[in-house]
């Protein structure tokens, strides 16, 4: 028997419900495709969507049990599925506004990196920090993408770059996991730079990645992916590769922070790994997204990254017309990405790299979703599905993309739950 009555929410003027799209990502016209029900209702029960459709088939369908329902009245608004954004660096300490300064006057991100900063100077940080620190900050973050329709992310460990550290991280992950209405989906990420003790001898510090942690990471369930910054003055191809294969035959999938920088034959990688996503792909070459299109890889494009390393975005266009199922997201991290705005990355993705408004929503649900096996749970609204749901202050889903800078998400449903109302969190 529910523990909480039902919720009826009516008369959306755009239900954008994605239907039909849990057992795989759509791509090329499927993205442009939302399934939108005009004065569309959802009947939710027991954290799960139970039925969508119009009002009136909600109506004869739940005529008997309408006064046990709470109703919530949509009409003139937009509904939406929960916002998913698969690809940040939630858990960490500190920032970098320094950087952020040496860059505008000229210094370039790997610049940055080679003299000592960068994921380096967050990784000095994040060691510092303890558990509960770690715990404060990122749950901070958390909220604040709640209060834009965010309910699902990934997050990365990376910035301890030795067992204690990113365990630590990892453990922060699965508390907020466990603590925080958000879903959080975990990634080990103990590549994501080569410490500098390790700097005259990588392949010992890959060893330590292979031989020592994955085992570990897989052995205490602490993540359920395996990322790698494959980048020229990173990790090369080679070592990419053996440290994705590894970490599949430990079980976790991967994903890879792919020709972020400088091409390096990483969308090639992820596809040839069988990459359940590829990242960045600024620089990607068209023989890498024709592989990825093959392999199925989902293309995760961060064009708040772009326009914050002030580089040239993505050619996302160009993914999408050649079958790559494309995803968005913010890349939440202190160095390359410190925005939690979900909805601005949606607007840079039209007017950065050419995707359509609907596009951009797929982008940031059922495909997001798709990037980090959530798909079968959230990014649609569809019977069985978790009651993941945005209701904002638009009418037309457009606008989420048109009128930026602007958070327009007003309620917000997680598992069922009202946990956001009139833009303030409940
Ligand atoms: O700079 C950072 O902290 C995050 C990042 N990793 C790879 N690219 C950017
Ligand atoms: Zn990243």
Redesign the pocket.
């Known amino acids: 028997m529910s523990t909480h009555s039902p919720l009826f929410l009516r008369h959306a003027t755009q239900l954008v419900t994605l239907a039909g799209s849990s057992k795989a990502p759509l791509t090329g016209n499927a993205m442009e495709d939302l399934k939108i029900i005009e004065d569309g209702s959802v009947w939710i029960e027991d954290g799960r969507i139970q039925a969508v459709g119009t009002d009136a088939e909600l109506l004869t369908q739940y005529q008997d049990r309408l006064a046990e329902a709470k109703e919530i009245d949509a009409t003139g608004r937009l509904v939406t599925p929960g916002l998913v954004d698969p ?1 940040t ?1 939630l858990v960490h300490a500190g920032s970098r506004e320094n950087e952020f300064e040496k860059r505008l006057q000229g210094a370039t991100y790997m610049e940055i990196m080679a003299a000592g900063g960068g994921i380096h100077s967050t990784t000095r940080a994040t060691k510092e920090a303890d558990h509960e620190q770690l715990l404060t900050e990122s749950r901070r973050r958390l909220d604040a993408f709640l209060l834009q329709g965010v309910t699902t992310v990934e997050a990365k460990s990376g910035y301890g770059l030795e067992w204690e550290h990113e365990k630590k991280q990892l453990e922060v992950a699965q508390e907020l996991n466990r603590t925080h209405v958000i879903d959080i989906v975990s990634t080990f990420m103990g590549a994501h730079a080569v410490p500098s003790k390790y700097r005259d001898r990588p392949d010992d510090f890959v060893d330590l990645v292979v031989n020592e942690m994955i085992p570990k990471v897989a052995r205490l369930g602490l993540a359920e992916f395996n990322d790698v910054f494959c980048e020229r003055g990173v990790f090369t191809p080679e070592q990419s590769r053996r440290i994705l294969e590894v970490g599949k035959k430990h079980g976790l999938a991967p994903k890879i ?1 792919a020709d972020e920088i400088e091409p390096y034959a990483g969308a090639e990688l992820a596809a040839e790994v069988g990459a359940v996503s590829a ?1 960045h792909l600024l620089r990607a070459s068209k023989e890498g997204i024709r592989a990825m299109a093959e392999a199925g890889t989902v293309a995760v494009l961060l064009p708040g990254t772009a326009f914050f390393l002030m580089a040239d975005s993505a050619d996302a266009r160009a993914m999408i017309d050649a079958g790559v199922a494309v995803a968005l997201s913010t ?1 939440c ?1 202190p160095g390359s990405s410190p925005t939690v705005s979900l909805p601005l990355i949606m607007n840079l993705g039209c007017l950065k790299m050419g995707m359509t408004p609907a596009e951009a929503l797929t982008a940031t649900t059922i495909n997001a979703a798709h990037a980090i096996r959530r798909g079968h749970e959230v990014g649609s609204l569809e019977k069985g599905k978790k009651a993941d749901l945005v209701l904002y202050d638009v009418s037309d889903y457009r606008s989420l993309q048109y009128a930026y800078g602007v958070n327009h998400a007003r309620t917000v449903i997680k598992t069922g739950q009202v946990v956001v109302r009139d833009g303030l969190r409940v």
Do not use: A, K, S, V
């Open positions: 690809h660096h922070h990242d890349d991290n």
